[in-house]
Nanobody, 116 residues
Framework: VQLQASGGGLVQPGGSLRLSCAAS????????MGWYRQAPGKLRELVAI???????NYADSVKGRFTITRDNAKNTVYLQMNSLKPEDTAVYYCKAEDFSRRRVYWGQGTLVTVSS
């Protein structure tokens, strides 16, 4: 299984971006999919996750600004990011977990830069 993340770029504070994570296989087999980020000099941290049933969880720092969704028909997970702040600048990674096979998959990162 391969995960392809895209949608990063340079945006001004207050702006929006939508990240996409396209899987080479069916995402309905993954119990949980999510987005993580890593800023320079910092550890990778959870941003948002979504279960196969559609339950979501967000980091406190992004609640109310970011929305994670999944489109099983397109085998894609999205992260809509609004009201972006400079502190959101990081490389964003998508992750998929298959509990039954005890497998974890990571996509390559996509860089988000929030700057004026």
């Amino acid at each position: 299984v391969q995960l392809q993340a895209s949608g990063g770029g340079l945006v001004q504070p207050g702006g929006s971006l939508r990240l996409s994570c396209a899987a080479s296989g069916t995402i309905s087999s993954f119990n949980v999919m999510g987005w993580y980020r890593q800023a320079p000099g910092k550890l990778r941290e959870l941003v948002a996750i979504i279960s196969v049933g559609g339950s979501t969880n967000y980091a406190d720092s992004v609640k109310g600004r970011f929305t994670i969704t999944r489109d099983n028909a397109k085998n894609t997970v999205y992260l809509q990011m609004n009201s972006l702040k400079p502190e959101d600048t990081a490389v964003y990674y998508c992750k998929a977990e298959d509990f039954s096979r005890r497998r974890v998959y990571w996509g390559q990162g996509t860089l988000v830069t929030v700057s004026s």
